[in-house]
C-alpha cells in the first residue's frame, strides 16, 4: 500500500523558517512529479510548488523567493524549505505525488494526511 507521510509542521513566529518533509512508502514502482499543496481555514486548497523527478520545479507566486522544494529520488522524498514565514502562510500543507505502484501498470494520484502550519507571534 502507497502512502505519504508528511512531518514537520508547527508554530512559528513572522519571519521564521520551517522545513516540512514527505515520504513516500510502499511497493513503489516509480514517481512522477512531487508537489506541496496546502489550505487555509476556510480557503480552497492551493498549489505551492512542484518539482519533477528531473529536478525541475515550479511555485506559486505567493512561494517565490521564500520557499526552496527538493527532492531525493533515492528516498523517495521531497521537502520544502520555508524562510520569511507570513501570518498568511498558515495552512495545513499537504504532499502530492504521482506514484507507480509496482502492482499497477499505470500511476495514480496520491495524497498525505497534511501537517499544520501556523505562523503566529
Known amino acids: 500500500q502507497v502512502q505519504l507521510v508528511e512531518s514537520g509542521g508547527g508554530l512559528v513566529q513572522p519571519g521564521g523558517s520551517l522545513r516540512l518533509s514527505c515520504a513516500a512508502s510502499g511497493s513503489i514502482f516509480s514517481i512522477n512529479d512531487m508537489a506541496w499543496y496546502r489550505q487555509a481555514p476556510g480557503k480552497q486548497r492551493e498549489f505551492v510548488a512542484v518539482?519533477?523527478?528531473?529536478?525541475?520545479?515550479v511555485y506559486a507566486d505567493s512561494a517565490k523567493g521564500r520557499f526552496t522544494i527538493s527532492r531525493d529520488n533515492a528516498k523517495n522524498t521531497v521537502s520544502l524549505q520555508m524562510n520569511s514565514l507570513k501570518p498568511e502562510d498558515t495552512a495545513v500543507y499537504y504532499c502530492?505525488?504521482?506514484?507507480?505502484?509496482?502492482?499497477?501498470?499505470?500511476?495514480?494520484?496520491?495524497w498525505g494526511r497534511g501537517t499544520q502550519v501556523a505562523v503566529s507571534s
Open positions: 502530492n505525488a504521482w506514484i507507480r505502484p509496482m502492482s499497477q501498470s499505470r500511476g495514480n494520484d496520491y
Open positions: 518539482i519533477t523527478n528531473g529536478g525541475t520545479s
